[in-house]
C-alpha cells in the first residue's frame, strides 16, 4: 500500500502540466508493471485479463530461469574444465554468474534506453517487448562476446528490427535472432571459431592452473561439422580437455555453447512453464522437434558422409535447436498465429534447422537461420490456412 500511495503521490508530476510530465512514458511503464492499470473502456464490449503483456513478458522471463541458471553453472564449469582446476559448485557458479551479469546489463541498458527514449519522442506507452529480447540476447552469444560488440548488436536489432517496422507487435523478425544474425555476419570470428565458447581467463574466480594443451572449445556441432571421421559409429564428441561427451552431458548441458542453449532439460523445463501458463504453443514446439527428427531420420537413410548419419536425438539436443523451438520459434508476434499455421509453421522450422546443419558445413548451426527464414513466411501460412477455411465454408453454404 505504501508503495501504492507512493505512486499516486508523484504521479501529477508527470501527467500533463507537471513538471516532469515529459517524462510521463517512464513513469506509466513503472506504474504498469508494478500493478495492473484499473482502466476500463467507456464504449463497446470488450473482454478484459488480468494477465496483459507485460505479465505475459514477465512469465517467459520466468521460464528463461532453468536455462539461464545452467547457463551461468555451465560458463564456470567450462572454465575451470579447460584450467584444470577442480573447483566448488559455489565457485563455479559464480565465475559463471560474473561472467554472464555484465552481457545481460548491457543489452537491458541499450535496449530500454532505446525503448525509453522512443516512447518518450513518440509520445506513447513504453512497449515490453524488450523485456524478454533483452534476456534472451546475451543467452544466445557466446561468453566471450565483448561487451561493446553486444551493444552495438542490441541498438541494431531494436532500431532497425522493431522500431523502423512500427515498434513491439508489429516486427517480422525476432528481434533476439536479429542482434545474433548481426553479430555473426559482421563479426564471424567472434562468433564460431574454437576458443569463442570456453571463457579461460581467472577474471572471475579463484584463478590457478594453465590452459591445457591443445585446448579445444567448439561445440559439439563444430566438431562434427570439421571431422574427417568416415562413420558416426567411429566419431565420438569431446569435451575442451578430450575427454568423450556422452547424450547424458548434451541433455543436461555440461557442453561448450552460447550461455543458455547447452541445456535440454532446463529449456524443457521451461517449456512446461510456458505450456501450462498458455504463454507458449505447445503445438509450435511439438512440431519443431517433429520437424527436425523427421529430417534426420530421411538424412540417415540416405547418409553419404558423416553429419548426415547423425541420429535424431543429437541434432534435437545440441546447438539452439531446442532453445529455438521453445522461445524463438513460439515468439507470439513473428511466428504464425492460427492453429493449423503453428503446426506447418513449426515443422518447417525443424526441416530447415536440420539441412542447414547437414549441407552447410561452414554454419553447423542452422536454427537462427531457419527461424528468421519462416519468420518472413508466417503471415503466408496464416493467409493460406484463413483462405483454406473460407473456401471449405463457402462450399457447405453452396450445399
Not at 532453468?66 to 565465475?95: C, E, K, R
Not at 517496422?165 to 571459431?193: E, Q, W
Amino acid at each position: 500500500m505504501s508503495l501504492r500511495k507512493f505512486l499516486d503521490n508523484i504521479k501529477p508530476n508527470f501527467e500533463e502540466g507537471g513538471k516532469l510530465h515529459w517524462l510521463y512514458s517512464t513513469y506509466d511503464a513503472f506504474e504498469t508493471f508494478l500493478y495492473v492499470p484499473n482502466h476500463t473502456s467507456k464504449s463497446g464490449v470488450h473482454i478484459h485479463d488480468a494477465r496483459d503483456s507485460k505479465r505475459t513478458m514477465v512469465i517467459v522471463i520466468l521460464a528463461l530461469i532453468p536455462a539461464l541458471l545452467m547457463g551461468m553453472y555451465n560458463v564456470g564449469y567450462q572454465h575451470y574444465l579447460s584450467i584444470g582446476v577442480d573447483a566448488s559448485f559455489i565457485q563455479t557458479f559464480i565465475y559463471g554468474l560474473l561472467g554472464m551479469l555484465p552481457h545481460i546489463v548491457v543489452s537491458y541498458v541499450v535496449g530500454l534506453g532505446i525503448e525509453f527514449a522512443m516512447a518518450q519522442i513518440k509520445k506513447e506507452e513504453v512497449a515490453e517487448g524488450f523485456l524478454v529480447s533483452g534476456m534472451l540476447i546475451p543467452m544466445i552469444v557466446p561468453i566471450d562476446t565483448p561487451l561493446w560488440m553486444i551493444a552495438v548488436a542490441t541498438a541494431f536489432s531494436v532500431i532497425l528490427a522493431k522500431e523502423v517496422f512500427g515498434g513491439t507487435g508489429y516486427n517480422i523478425f525476432n528481434v533476439a535472432l536479429i542482434a545474433r544474425a548481426f553479430l555473426f555476419f559482421a563479426y564471424p570470428s567472434k562468433m564460431s571459431g574454437d576458443q569463442v565458447w570456453v571463457r579461460t581467463d581467472s577474471t572471475f574466480g579463484i584463478g590457478g592452473g594453465e590452459v591445457v594443451d591443445g585446448l579445444s572449445g567448439a561445440t559439439p556441432l563444430g566438431q562434427i561439422a570439421t571431422s574427417d571421421v568416415a562413420s558416426f559409429s567411429d566419431f565420438s564428441f569431446h569435451s575442451v580437455t578430450g575427454e568423450v561427451l556422452n547424450l547424458w552431458d548434451m541433455f543436461v548441458g555440461l557442453i561448450p555453447g552460447s550461455m543458455g542453449e547447452v541445456s535440454t532439460l532446463a529449456i524443457l523445463l521451461g517449456a512446461l512453464i510456458l505450456i501450462a501458463t498458455g504463454v507458449g504453443s505447445w503445438k509450435t514446439m511439438v512440431s519443431v522437434f517433429a520437424g527436425g527428427a523427421a529430417t534426420a531420420l530421411l538424412l540417415n537413410a540416405l547418409a553419404v558422409n558423416l553429419i548426415m548419419e547423425m541420429p535424431p536425438l543429437y541434432h534435437l539436443f545440441l546447438g539452439g535447436f531446442a532453445f529455438g523451438a521453445v522461445f524463438m520459434a513460439t515468439d507470439p508476434v513473428t511466428s504464425a498465429r492460427t492453429e493449423k499455421g503453428k503446426w506447418v509453421f513449426g515443422f518447417l522450422i525443424g526441416v530447415l534447422a536440420v539441412l542447414i546443419r547437414v549441407f552447410n558445413p561452414g554454419y553447423p548451426e542452422g536454427m537462427m537461420l531457419a527461424i528468421l527464414f519462416m519468420n518472413a513466411f508466417a503471415p503466408l501460412i496464416d493467409f493460406y490456412v484463413v483462405d483454406g477455411n473460407i473456401k471449405r465454408r463457402l462450399k457447405r453454404a453452396v450445399k
